[in-house]
Protein backbone atom coordinates (compact mmCIF):
# COMPACT_ATOMS: atom_id res chain seq x y z
CA UNK A 1 0.00 0.00 0.00
CA UNK A 2 1.19 3.75 -0.85
CA UNK A 3 1.88 5.79 1.60
CA UNK A 4 -0.55 8.82 0.28
CA UNK A 5 -3.67 5.95 0.37
CA UNK A 6 -3.64 5.77 3.82
CA UNK A 7 -6.62 6.99 6.50
CA UNK A 8 -6.62 9.72 8.38
CA UNK A 9 -6.68 7.26 11.62
CA UNK A 10 -3.41 5.89 10.68
CA UNK A 11 -1.75 8.86 10.63
CA UNK A 12 0.87 7.14 12.45
CA UNK A 13 1.87 4.45 10.37
CA UNK A 14 2.03 7.32 7.44
CA UNK A 15 4.36 9.83 9.34
CA UNK A 16 6.66 6.38 10.08
CA UNK A 17 7.03 5.58 6.04
CA UNK A 18 7.58 9.61 5.58
CA UNK A 19 10.73 9.75 8.20
CA UNK A 20 12.35 7.04 6.34
CA UNK A 21 11.80 8.73 3.01
CA UNK A 22 12.95 12.16 4.86
CA UNK A 23 16.47 10.08 5.74
CA UNK A 24 17.28 10.02 2.15
CA UNK A 25 19.70 12.01 0.51
CA UNK A 26 17.36 12.98 -1.97
CA UNK A 27 16.56 16.54 -1.53
CA UNK A 28 12.92 16.35 -3.08
CA UNK A 29 12.12 13.73 -0.21
CA UNK A 30 13.78 15.76 2.13
CA UNK A 31 11.64 18.93 1.34
CA UNK A 32 8.07 16.40 1.27
CA UNK A 33 8.94 15.55 4.47
CA UNK A 34 9.98 19.18 5.84
CA UNK A 35 6.83 19.95 4.47
CA UNK A 36 3.96 17.53 5.46
CA UNK A 37 5.05 17.01 9.15
CA UNK A 38 5.95 20.42 10.18
CA UNK A 39 2.37 20.77 12.13
CA UNK A 40 1.28 17.07 12.90
CA UNK A 41 -2.38 18.58 13.95
CA UNK A 42 -3.01 20.57 10.80
CA UNK A 43 -2.29 17.55 8.82
CA UNK A 44 -4.24 15.29 10.54
CA UNK A 45 -6.89 17.88 9.79
CA UNK A 46 -6.33 17.74 5.82
CA UNK A 47 -6.12 14.34 6.11
CA UNK A 48 -9.40 13.90 7.39
CA UNK A 49 -10.41 16.29 4.57
CA UNK A 50 -8.82 14.56 1.84
CA UNK A 51 -10.36 11.16 2.96
CA UNK A 52 -12.42 11.33 -0.52
CA UNK A 53 -9.35 11.84 -2.62
CA UNK A 54 -7.70 9.56 -1.16
CA UNK A 55 -10.40 6.93 -1.84
CA UNK A 56 -10.54 8.17 -5.58
CA UNK A 57 -7.20 7.82 -5.51
CA UNK A 58 -7.02 4.41 -4.59
CA UNK A 59 -10.08 3.11 -6.72
CA UNK A 60 -8.44 5.14 -9.87
CA UNK A 61 -5.35 3.11 -9.52
CA UNK A 62 -6.93 -0.07 -8.91
CA UNK A 63 -8.57 0.70 -13.10
CA UNK A 64 -5.61 2.46 -14.85
CA UNK A 65 -2.63 0.02 -13.78
CA UNK A 66 -3.46 -3.09 -15.14
CA UNK A 67 -5.72 -1.11 -18.05
CA UNK A 68 -2.19 0.58 -18.73
CA UNK A 69 0.32 -2.37 -19.05
CA UNK A 70 -2.57 -4.63 -20.59
CA UNK A 71 -2.02 -1.85 -23.20
CA UNK A 72 1.35 -1.88 -23.66
CA UNK A 73 1.56 -5.40 -23.90
CA UNK A 74 -0.97 -4.99 -26.60
CA UNK A 75 1.38 -2.32 -28.52
CA UNK A 76 4.50 -3.83 -28.01
CA UNK A 77 3.19 -7.59 -29.75
CA UNK A 78 1.56 -5.23 -32.17
CA UNK A 79 4.77 -3.90 -32.85
CA UNK A 80 6.82 -6.85 -33.03
CA UNK A 81 4.09 -9.10 -34.74
CA UNK A 82 1.94 -6.23 -37.00
CA UNK A 83 -0.66 -9.10 -36.52
CA UNK A 84 -4.08 -7.46 -36.08
CA UNK A 85 -5.44 -9.04 -33.38
CA UNK A 86 -3.11 -6.87 -31.37
CA UNK A 87 -3.61 -3.44 -33.25
CA UNK A 88 -7.07 -4.58 -32.44
CA UNK A 89 -6.88 -5.00 -28.69
CA UNK A 90 -4.63 -2.29 -27.85
CA UNK A 91 -7.20 -0.43 -29.90
CA UNK A 92 -10.27 -1.50 -27.81
CA UNK A 93 -7.48 -0.59 -24.49
CA UNK A 94 -7.07 2.72 -25.69
CA UNK A 95 -10.69 3.32 -26.16
CA UNK A 96 -11.37 2.34 -23.14
CA UNK A 97 -8.62 4.50 -21.06
CA UNK A 98 -10.03 7.83 -22.69
CA UNK A 99 -13.23 6.74 -21.62
CA UNK A 100 -12.23 6.29 -17.95
CA UNK A 101 -10.91 9.58 -18.42
CA UNK A 102 -13.82 11.15 -20.49
CA UNK A 103 -16.31 11.26 -17.27
CA UNK A 104 -17.40 14.40 -16.57
CA UNK A 105 -18.64 13.88 -13.47
CA UNK A 106 -15.40 12.93 -12.46
CA UNK A 107 -13.62 15.48 -13.97
CA UNK A 108 -16.03 18.28 -12.33
CA UNK A 109 -14.72 17.03 -8.75
CA UNK A 110 -10.88 16.62 -9.85
CA UNK A 111 -11.37 20.34 -10.96
CA UNK A 112 -12.54 21.23 -7.32
CA UNK A 113 -9.73 19.83 -5.94
CA UNK A 114 -7.45 20.72 -8.56
CA UNK A 115 -8.93 24.37 -7.59
CA UNK A 116 -8.31 23.89 -3.96
CA UNK A 117 -4.53 24.81 -3.56
CA UNK A 118 -4.29 25.24 0.74
CA UNK A 119 -5.69 21.62 0.69
CA UNK A 120 -3.53 20.04 -1.77
CA UNK A 121 -0.32 20.92 -0.51
CA UNK A 122 1.15 18.63 -0.11
CA UNK A 123 4.12 17.82 -3.09
CA UNK A 124 3.56 14.19 -3.96
CA UNK A 125 -0.51 14.51 -3.22
CA UNK A 126 -0.46 17.80 -5.19
CA UNK A 127 1.51 16.39 -8.56
CA UNK A 128 -0.27 13.35 -8.85
CA UNK A 129 -3.57 15.22 -8.91
CA UNK A 130 -2.19 17.62 -11.12
CA UNK A 131 -1.38 14.82 -13.56
CA UNK A 132 -4.48 12.41 -13.20
CA UNK A 133 -6.00 16.20 -13.34
CA UNK A 134 -4.45 16.50 -17.01
CA UNK A 135 -5.46 13.23 -18.05
CA UNK A 136 -8.83 13.88 -17.64
CA UNK A 137 -8.66 17.19 -19.48
CA UNK A 138 -7.58 16.00 -22.02
CA UNK A 139 -9.91 13.09 -22.72
CA UNK A 140 -12.88 15.18 -22.38
CA UNK A 141 -14.49 14.33 -25.56
CA UNK A 142 -17.88 12.93 -26.78
CA UNK A 143 -18.25 8.95 -26.97
CA UNK A 144 -19.16 9.41 -30.55
CA UNK A 145 -15.27 11.04 -31.43
CA UNK A 146 -13.73 9.04 -28.96
CA UNK A 147 -15.31 5.85 -31.15
CA UNK A 148 -14.09 7.62 -34.04
CA UNK A 149 -10.44 8.84 -33.39
CA UNK A 150 -9.82 5.10 -32.04
CA UNK A 151 -10.69 2.83 -34.71
CA UNK A 152 -9.25 5.36 -37.49
CA UNK A 153 -6.49 5.40 -35.45
CA UNK A 154 -6.39 1.54 -35.48
CA UNK A 155 -6.57 1.15 -39.05
CA UNK A 156 -3.65 3.61 -39.82
CA UNK A 157 -1.51 2.30 -37.49
CA UNK A 158 -1.89 -1.21 -39.17
CA UNK A 159 -1.28 0.40 -42.55
CA UNK A 160 1.91 1.95 -41.31
CA UNK A 161 3.21 -1.63 -39.89
CA UNK A 162 2.13 -4.02 -42.68
CA UNK A 163 3.20 -1.88 -45.71
CA UNK A 164 6.46 -1.85 -47.77
CA UNK A 165 7.39 0.28 -50.59
CA UNK A 166 7.67 -0.74 -54.30
CA UNK A 167 11.00 -0.46 -55.48
CA UNK A 168 11.93 -2.20 -58.93
CA UNK A 169 9.39 -4.14 -59.18
CA UNK A 170 9.60 -5.67 -55.60
CA UNK A 171 8.34 -5.02 -51.89
CA UNK A 172 10.88 -3.35 -50.11
CA UNK A 173 11.65 -2.23 -46.33
CA UNK A 174 12.57 1.26 -44.89
CA UNK A 175 16.30 -0.39 -44.39
CA UNK A 176 16.41 -1.42 -47.49
CA UNK A 177 15.13 1.67 -49.33
CA UNK A 178 17.91 3.52 -46.56
CA UNK A 179 20.46 1.72 -48.17
CA UNK A 180 19.71 2.34 -51.27
CA UNK A 181 19.72 6.31 -50.54
CA UNK A 182 22.76 6.04 -48.75
CA UNK A 183 25.05 4.29 -51.76
CA UNK A 184 23.40 4.09 -54.89
CA UNK A 185 24.90 6.67 -57.78
CA UNK A 186 22.42 7.08 -60.13
CA UNK A 187 20.05 9.46 -59.73
CA UNK A 188 17.30 8.68 -61.62
CA UNK A 189 17.27 4.89 -59.05
CA UNK A 190 17.59 7.29 -56.28
CA UNK A 191 15.05 9.00 -57.00
CA UNK A 192 13.41 6.23 -57.57
CA UNK A 193 13.71 4.82 -54.20
CA UNK A 194 12.81 8.35 -52.27
CA UNK A 195 9.42 8.24 -54.14
CA UNK A 196 8.79 5.13 -52.95
CA UNK A 197 9.20 6.21 -49.51
CA UNK A 198 6.40 8.19 -49.90
CA UNK A 199 4.46 5.90 -51.03
CA UNK A 200 2.42 5.39 -47.58
CA UNK A 201 1.58 9.04 -47.93
CA UNK A 202 -1.35 8.64 -50.49
CA UNK A 203 -2.36 5.35 -48.91
CA UNK A 204 -2.96 7.22 -45.34
CA UNK A 205 -3.83 10.96 -46.61
CA UNK A 206 -7.70 11.43 -46.08
CA UNK A 207 -7.04 9.13 -42.79
CA UNK A 208 -4.83 11.75 -41.12
CA UNK A 209 -6.71 14.66 -42.41
CA UNK A 210 -9.96 13.17 -40.81
CA UNK A 211 -7.84 12.26 -37.65
CA UNK A 212 -7.14 16.05 -37.45
CA UNK A 213 -10.50 17.36 -37.75
CA UNK A 214 -12.09 15.04 -35.47
CA UNK A 215 -9.15 15.95 -32.77
CA UNK A 216 -9.95 19.50 -33.78
CA UNK A 217 -13.43 18.85 -32.87
CA UNK A 218 -12.97 17.78 -29.38
CA UNK A 219 -10.67 20.43 -28.54
CA UNK A 220 -13.52 23.01 -29.74
CA UNK A 221 -15.62 21.57 -27.38
CA UNK A 222 -13.55 22.35 -24.49
CA UNK A 223 -12.94 25.57 -25.43
CA UNK A 224 -9.40 25.05 -26.92
CA UNK A 225 -8.57 27.13 -30.66
CA UNK A 226 -7.67 23.83 -31.65
CA UNK A 227 -6.14 20.63 -30.94
CA UNK A 228 -2.35 22.09 -31.66
CA UNK A 229 -2.85 24.17 -28.97
CA UNK A 230 -4.71 22.12 -26.48
CA UNK A 231 -1.55 19.43 -27.02
CA UNK A 232 0.74 21.97 -25.93
CA UNK A 233 -1.23 23.25 -23.11
CA UNK A 234 -2.43 19.94 -21.42
CA UNK A 235 1.67 18.82 -21.68
CA UNK A 236 2.69 21.80 -19.59
CA UNK A 237 4.21 24.05 -22.74
CA UNK A 238 3.17 27.34 -23.07
CA UNK A 239 2.99 28.02 -26.65
CA UNK A 240 4.14 31.17 -27.41
CA UNK A 241 7.16 30.63 -24.72
CA UNK A 242 7.82 27.53 -27.41
CA UNK A 243 7.91 29.33 -30.34
CA UNK A 244 9.76 32.51 -28.63
CA UNK A 245 12.21 29.71 -28.22
CA UNK A 246 11.51 28.26 -31.95
CA UNK A 247 11.81 31.32 -33.69
CA UNK A 248 15.26 32.42 -32.06
CA UNK A 249 16.49 28.91 -32.89
CA UNK A 250 15.86 29.86 -36.30
CA UNK A 251 17.45 32.62 -36.60
CA UNK A 252 20.67 31.50 -34.87
CA UNK A 253 20.69 28.77 -36.90
CA UNK A 254 20.31 30.01 -40.40
CA UNK A 255 23.48 31.26 -41.24
CA UNK A 256 25.26 28.33 -39.96
CA UNK A 257 23.13 25.77 -41.99
CA UNK A 258 22.99 27.30 -44.60
CA UNK A 259 26.88 27.46 -44.43
CA UNK A 260 27.27 23.76 -44.15
CA UNK A 261 24.82 22.55 -46.26
CA UNK A 262 26.79 25.01 -49.24
CA UNK A 263 29.67 22.69 -48.16
CA UNK A 264 27.30 19.36 -48.52
CA UNK A 265 25.78 20.49 -51.73
CA UNK A 266 29.33 21.01 -53.20
CA UNK A 267 30.38 17.54 -51.65
CA UNK A 268 26.71 15.83 -53.00
CA UNK A 269 27.44 17.06 -56.37
CA UNK A 270 30.65 15.67 -56.76
CA UNK A 271 29.92 12.86 -55.89
CA UNK A 272 26.67 12.10 -57.85
CA UNK A 273 28.33 14.55 -61.11
CA UNK A 274 25.35 16.84 -61.10
CA UNK A 275 25.18 20.59 -60.58
CA UNK A 276 24.98 21.94 -57.06
CA UNK A 277 20.86 23.61 -58.83
CA UNK A 278 19.92 20.20 -59.74
CA UNK A 279 20.49 18.66 -56.41
CA UNK A 280 17.31 17.40 -55.47
CA UNK A 281 16.01 15.88 -52.38
CA UNK A 282 16.67 11.88 -53.42
CA UNK A 283 20.49 13.02 -52.94
CA UNK A 284 20.60 13.95 -49.57
CA UNK A 285 20.84 9.89 -47.83
CA UNK A 286 17.71 10.81 -45.82
CA UNK A 287 13.42 10.23 -46.89
CA UNK A 288 12.90 13.38 -45.16
CA UNK A 289 16.74 14.82 -44.99
CA UNK A 290 16.06 14.75 -41.35
CA UNK A 291 19.47 12.81 -41.14
CA UNK A 292 22.71 14.38 -43.14
CA UNK A 293 24.81 12.68 -45.54
CA UNK A 294 28.55 11.31 -44.32
CA UNK A 295 30.62 14.01 -46.41
CA UNK A 296 33.75 13.39 -45.29
CA UNK A 297 36.23 11.21 -46.37
CA UNK A 298 36.23 8.87 -43.32
CA UNK A 299 33.14 6.24 -43.42
CA UNK A 300 32.29 6.31 -40.08
CA UNK A 301 29.56 3.44 -40.79
CA UNK A 302 33.28 0.76 -41.64
CA UNK A 303 34.03 1.03 -38.04
CA UNK A 304 30.31 -0.57 -37.19
CA UNK A 305 30.77 -3.30 -39.31
CA UNK A 306 32.29 -5.81 -37.25
CA UNK A 307 31.36 -5.29 -33.99
CA UNK A 308 28.31 -6.38 -31.93
CA UNK A 309 25.81 -3.52 -31.43
CA UNK A 310 24.20 -4.87 -28.55
CA UNK A 311 27.89 -5.60 -26.68
CA UNK A 312 28.90 -1.86 -27.57
CA UNK A 313 25.85 -0.56 -25.63
CA UNK A 314 25.96 -2.71 -22.85
CA UNK A 315 29.63 -1.81 -22.10
CA UNK A 316 28.75 2.21 -22.61
CA UNK A 317 26.01 2.12 -20.23
CA UNK A 318 28.40 -0.16 -17.96
CA UNK A 319 30.94 2.53 -18.01
CA UNK A 320 28.28 4.62 -16.32
CA UNK A 321 27.39 2.21 -13.74
CA UNK A 322 24.14 1.38 -15.24
CA UNK A 323 22.90 -2.18 -16.23
CA UNK A 324 20.81 -2.70 -19.38
CA UNK A 325 21.54 -6.20 -19.75
CA UNK A 326 17.78 -7.19 -18.41
CA UNK A 327 16.82 -4.68 -20.94
CA UNK A 328 18.22 -5.84 -23.71
CA UNK A 329 17.17 -9.27 -23.14
CA UNK A 330 13.51 -8.11 -23.13
CA UNK A 331 13.79 -6.71 -25.92
CA UNK A 332 13.32 -7.19 -30.02
CA UNK A 333 16.24 -5.24 -31.98
CA UNK A 334 16.34 -6.83 -35.50
CA UNK A 335 14.29 -6.50 -38.52
CA UNK A 336 11.70 -9.02 -40.03
CA UNK A 337 8.82 -9.35 -41.97
CA UNK A 338 6.02 -7.65 -40.79
CA UNK A 339 7.74 -6.13 -37.75
CA UNK A 340 7.77 -2.10 -36.73
CA UNK A 341 10.46 -0.68 -39.13
CA UNK A 342 11.43 2.01 -36.98
CA UNK A 343 12.15 1.89 -32.92
CA UNK A 344 11.29 2.66 -29.72
CA UNK A 345 11.09 2.06 -26.18
CA UNK A 346 8.27 1.14 -23.61
CA UNK A 347 7.84 0.40 -19.75
CA UNK A 348 5.55 -2.38 -19.78
CA UNK A 349 4.07 -2.05 -15.87
CA UNK A 350 6.36 0.84 -14.28
CA UNK A 351 8.07 -2.15 -11.87
CA UNK A 352 10.89 -2.68 -14.09
CA UNK A 353 9.84 -4.45 -17.57
CA UNK A 354 11.20 -1.58 -20.02
CA UNK A 355 11.80 -2.82 -23.50
CA UNK A 356 13.29 -1.31 -26.89
CA UNK A 357 12.38 -2.29 -30.03
CA UNK A 358 15.20 -2.04 -33.35
CA UNK A 359 15.85 -2.86 -36.27
CA UNK A 360 19.65 -2.84 -36.02
CA UNK A 361 22.26 -2.93 -39.08
CA UNK A 362 25.92 -2.82 -37.99
CA UNK A 363 26.13 1.14 -38.83
CA UNK A 364 27.02 4.27 -36.84
CA UNK A 365 22.70 5.44 -37.45
CA UNK A 366 21.62 1.79 -35.65
CA UNK A 367 24.72 2.11 -33.03
CA UNK A 368 23.14 5.97 -32.01
CA UNK A 369 19.63 4.42 -32.31
CA UNK A 370 20.00 1.99 -29.86
CA UNK A 371 22.02 4.28 -27.72
CA UNK A 372 19.27 6.79 -27.93
CA UNK A 373 16.59 4.14 -27.11
CA UNK A 374 18.37 3.11 -24.43
CA UNK A 375 18.46 6.58 -22.70
CA UNK A 376 14.64 6.07 -22.41
CA UNK A 377 14.94 3.16 -21.09
CA UNK A 378 17.81 3.46 -18.23
CA UNK A 379 15.18 6.73 -17.41
CA UNK A 380 12.33 4.20 -16.77
CA UNK A 381 14.18 1.59 -15.52
CA UNK A 382 15.55 3.52 -12.56
CA UNK A 383 12.77 5.35 -11.15
CA UNK A 384 12.04 4.98 -7.43
CA UNK A 385 10.15 2.21 -6.48
CA UNK A 386 9.18 3.98 -3.42
CA UNK A 387 7.61 6.30 -5.44
CA UNK A 388 4.11 6.44 -6.14
CA UNK A 389 2.94 4.77 -9.12
CA UNK A 390 1.89 8.12 -10.92
CA UNK A 391 5.44 9.81 -10.58
CA UNK A 392 7.02 6.94 -11.40
CA UNK A 393 7.37 8.01 -15.13
CA UNK A 394 9.91 10.62 -16.53
CA UNK A 395 9.34 14.77 -15.63
CA UNK A 396 7.95 15.08 -19.01
CA UNK A 397 8.46 13.41 -22.67
CA UNK A 398 10.88 15.93 -23.61
CA UNK A 399 13.17 14.91 -20.61
CA UNK A 400 13.25 11.71 -21.42
CA UNK A 401 14.15 12.67 -25.32
CA UNK A 402 16.61 14.80 -23.45
CA UNK A 403 18.26 11.65 -21.88
CA UNK A 404 17.92 9.53 -24.95
CA UNK A 405 19.77 12.19 -27.37
CA UNK A 406 22.34 12.83 -24.66
CA UNK A 407 23.44 9.15 -24.96
CA UNK A 408 22.71 8.72 -28.80
CA UNK A 409 25.67 11.16 -29.38
CA UNK A 410 27.96 9.33 -27.88
CA UNK A 411 28.94 7.07 -31.28
CA UNK A 412 30.48 11.08 -32.13
CA UNK A 413 32.49 11.24 -28.85
CA UNK A 414 36.35 10.82 -28.81
CA UNK A 415 36.35 9.44 -25.61
CA UNK A 416 33.53 6.74 -26.44
CA UNK A 417 35.21 5.97 -30.13
CA UNK A 418 38.40 5.28 -28.09
CA UNK A 419 37.57 3.50 -24.77
CA UNK A 420 34.24 2.03 -25.60
CA UNK A 421 34.63 1.02 -29.79
CA UNK A 422 38.19 0.50 -29.43
CA UNK A 423 39.79 2.84 -32.13
CA UNK A 424 43.48 3.45 -32.40
CA UNK A 425 44.91 6.46 -31.88
CA UNK A 426 45.90 7.08 -35.26
CA UNK A 427 41.66 6.12 -35.85
CA UNK A 428 41.02 8.82 -33.33
CA UNK A 429 43.01 11.26 -35.05
CA UNK A 430 41.61 10.52 -38.45
CA UNK A 431 38.35 10.01 -37.44
CA UNK A 432 37.54 13.06 -34.53
CA UNK A 433 37.62 16.41 -36.15
CA UNK A 434 35.21 15.27 -39.27
CA UNK A 435 33.13 13.11 -36.84
CA UNK A 436 32.54 16.48 -34.81
CA UNK A 437 32.07 18.31 -38.16
CA UNK A 438 29.58 15.38 -38.61
CA UNK A 439 28.05 16.02 -35.66
CA UNK A 440 26.77 19.63 -36.24
CA UNK A 441 25.91 19.92 -39.56
CA UNK A 442 23.76 16.38 -37.97
CA UNK A 443 22.29 18.29 -35.51
CA UNK A 444 21.38 21.67 -37.29
CA UNK A 445 19.96 19.15 -40.02
CA UNK A 446 17.80 17.76 -37.47
CA UNK A 447 16.74 20.81 -35.83
CA UNK A 448 15.56 22.63 -39.10
CA UNK A 449 13.38 19.24 -40.29
CA UNK A 450 12.29 19.50 -36.58
CA UNK A 451 10.93 23.00 -37.28
CA UNK A 452 9.39 22.16 -40.56
CA UNK A 453 6.86 19.56 -38.43
CA UNK A 454 6.19 21.78 -35.87
CA UNK A 455 5.27 24.43 -37.69
CA UNK A 456 3.55 22.40 -40.50
CA UNK A 457 1.13 21.14 -37.52
CA UNK A 458 0.29 24.10 -36.14
CA UNK A 459 -0.50 25.06 -39.77
CA UNK A 460 -2.15 21.91 -40.27
CA UNK A 461 -4.34 21.87 -37.28
CA UNK A 462 -5.38 25.56 -38.26
CA UNK A 463 -6.86 23.89 -41.23
CA UNK A 464 -6.89 20.19 -42.09
CA UNK A 465 -8.37 20.91 -44.97
CA UNK A 466 -5.96 23.54 -47.11
CA UNK A 467 -3.37 22.67 -49.46
CA UNK A 468 -1.12 20.75 -47.26
CA UNK A 469 0.92 19.39 -49.98
CA UNK A 470 2.17 23.39 -51.17
CA UNK A 471 2.50 23.85 -47.48
CA UNK A 472 4.53 21.50 -46.36
CA UNK A 473 7.19 21.92 -49.35
CA UNK A 474 7.38 25.78 -49.14
CA UNK A 475 8.29 25.10 -45.19
CA UNK A 476 10.84 22.20 -46.52
CA UNK A 477 12.52 24.49 -48.70
CA UNK A 478 12.76 27.55 -46.49
CA UNK A 479 13.83 25.69 -43.49
CA UNK A 480 15.93 22.44 -45.10
CA UNK A 481 16.67 24.36 -47.97
CA UNK A 482 15.81 21.84 -50.30
CA UNK A 483 14.36 21.83 -54.15
CA UNK A 484 10.76 20.75 -54.36
CA UNK A 485 11.02 18.43 -57.39
CA UNK A 486 9.50 19.92 -60.30
CA UNK A 487 5.45 18.95 -60.60
CA UNK A 488 5.42 17.12 -57.23
CA UNK A 489 2.08 17.35 -55.47
CA UNK A 490 1.71 14.31 -53.32
CA UNK A 491 0.70 14.17 -49.66
CA UNK A 492 4.82 13.41 -48.88
CA UNK A 493 3.95 14.72 -45.46
CA UNK A 494 1.97 11.91 -44.54
CA UNK A 495 4.63 9.61 -45.01
CA UNK A 496 5.77 10.41 -41.63
CA UNK A 497 3.84 8.68 -39.28
CA UNK A 498 4.09 10.79 -35.94
CA UNK A 499 2.31 13.54 -38.30
CA UNK A 500 -0.58 10.69 -37.88
CA UNK A 501 -0.05 8.41 -34.81
CA UNK A 502 2.01 10.65 -32.67
CA UNK A 503 0.49 14.15 -33.14
CA UNK A 504 2.41 17.26 -32.05
CA UNK A 505 5.39 15.72 -30.38
CA UNK A 506 8.11 17.00 -32.07
CA UNK A 507 8.17 20.23 -30.15
CA UNK A 508 9.66 17.50 -27.54
CA UNK A 509 12.62 16.24 -29.31
CA UNK A 510 13.62 20.10 -30.06
CA UNK A 511 12.97 21.21 -26.27
CA UNK A 512 14.94 17.99 -25.61
CA UNK A 513 17.80 18.21 -27.95
CA UNK A 514 18.33 22.14 -25.81
CA UNK A 515 18.14 19.87 -22.55
CA UNK A 516 20.57 17.30 -23.62
CA UNK A 517 23.08 20.31 -24.50
CA UNK A 518 22.35 21.68 -20.98
CA UNK A 519 22.68 18.75 -18.88
CA UNK A 520 25.92 17.89 -21.23
CA UNK A 521 27.57 21.11 -20.41
CA UNK A 522 26.44 20.56 -16.36
CA UNK A 523 28.22 17.14 -16.48
CA UNK A 524 30.97 18.31 -18.36
CA UNK A 525 31.85 21.22 -15.74
CA UNK A 526 31.16 19.36 -13.08
CA UNK A 527 31.26 15.73 -13.28
CA UNK A 528 34.24 15.38 -16.24
CA UNK A 529 32.31 13.89 -18.64
CA UNK A 530 30.13 11.00 -20.39
CA UNK A 531 32.24 8.03 -21.10
CA UNK A 532 33.41 5.42 -18.38
CA UNK A 533 32.52 7.56 -15.54
CA UNK A 534 30.12 6.23 -12.98
CA UNK A 535 29.94 9.30 -11.01
CA UNK A 536 28.02 10.81 -13.84
CA UNK A 537 26.06 7.84 -13.81
CA UNK A 538 24.72 8.16 -10.52
CA UNK A 539 23.92 11.50 -10.80
CA UNK A 540 21.69 10.84 -13.57
CA UNK A 541 19.86 8.33 -11.08
CA UNK A 542 19.45 10.25 -8.07
CA UNK A 543 19.36 13.88 -10.12
CA UNK A 544 16.89 13.10 -13.02
CA UNK A 545 15.55 9.39 -12.36
CA UNK A 546 14.72 8.88 -9.19
CA UNK A 547 12.57 11.82 -8.81
CA UNK A 548 10.30 10.61 -11.91
CA UNK A 549 7.51 13.05 -12.68
CA UNK A 550 7.42 14.34 -8.86
CA UNK A 551 7.95 18.36 -10.82
CA UNK A 552 7.12 19.48 -13.96
CA UNK A 553 9.89 19.44 -16.86
CA UNK A 554 11.12 23.19 -16.37
CA UNK A 555 11.38 23.09 -12.54
CA UNK A 556 13.19 19.15 -13.17
CA UNK A 557 15.84 20.76 -15.76
CA UNK A 558 16.69 23.58 -12.96
CA UNK A 559 16.89 20.90 -10.13
CA UNK A 560 19.29 18.86 -12.14
CA UNK A 561 21.63 21.77 -14.04
CA UNK A 562 20.39 24.49 -11.78
CA UNK A 563 18.79 26.45 -14.55
CA UNK A 564 15.66 26.71 -16.21
CA UNK A 565 16.02 26.08 -20.02
CA UNK A 566 19.42 27.43 -21.72
CA UNK A 567 18.76 27.44 -25.53
CA UNK A 568 22.59 28.72 -25.33
CA UNK A 569 24.27 25.79 -24.58
CA UNK A 570 22.98 23.84 -28.09
CA UNK A 571 23.77 27.24 -29.94
CA UNK A 572 27.79 27.32 -28.48
CA UNK A 573 27.93 23.68 -29.18
CA UNK A 574 26.52 23.43 -32.84
CA UNK A 575 25.27 26.68 -33.84
CA UNK A 576 28.35 29.30 -32.83
CA UNK A 577 30.91 30.72 -35.24
CA UNK A 578 34.04 29.13 -33.77
CA UNK A 579 32.65 25.42 -33.73
CA UNK A 580 34.07 22.80 -36.61
Same mark, same amino acid.
Given at each position: ???????????????????????????? /??????????????? !?? @? &??????????????????? #??? @??????????? *???????????????? =?????????????????????? =????????????????????????????????????? &??? &???????????????????????????????????????????????????????????????????????????????? @?????????????????????????????????? /??? #?? =?????? $??????????????????????????????????????????????????????????? $???????????? !?? !??????????????????????? /??????????????????????????? +??????????????????????????????????????????????????????? /????????????????????????? =???? @????????? *???????????????????? *???????? +?????????????? !??? *????????????? +????????????????????????
Amino acid at each position: MYFYVIPWPNQQRRLGRLVKMGNSSFKP /YQTVFEQVTATTEMM !VY @K &EEALIPFYEFLDSYLSRVK #PLL @KDRALAEWNAA *ITGESRYTEQAARLQE =EYKRLHADKETFTQLSAWHEDN =EAMDEPLLHRQLKLIYLAYAANQWDSDIISQVTKLEK &ETN &EKYITFRSSYEGRQVSDNELLQVLKTELDSDKLRQAWEASKEIGEQVEADVRQLARLRNQAAHKLGYRDFFQMSLTLSEI @KEEALFSVLNALKAETDAPFARLKGKLDAALAKR /YSV #PV =ESLMPW $HYHDPFFQQAPEISHVNRDHFFEDVSLEALAVKSYEGIGLDVQDILGRSDLYEREGKYQ $HAFCIDIDREGD !VR !VICNLRPDARWASTLLHELGHAV /YDKYHDPQMPYLLRQPAHTLSTEAIAM +LMGRLTYNPAWLEQILGLSQSDIAQVAPSAAAQQQLDMLTFTRWALVVVHFEQAM /YADPDQDLNTLWWQLVNDLQMLRKP =EGRD @KPDWAAKIH *IALYPVYYQNYILGELSASQ *ILHYIDAN +LGGLVNNPAMGQWL !VER *IFRPGALHPWDEA +LSYATGETLQPTYFVGQFAAPNTP
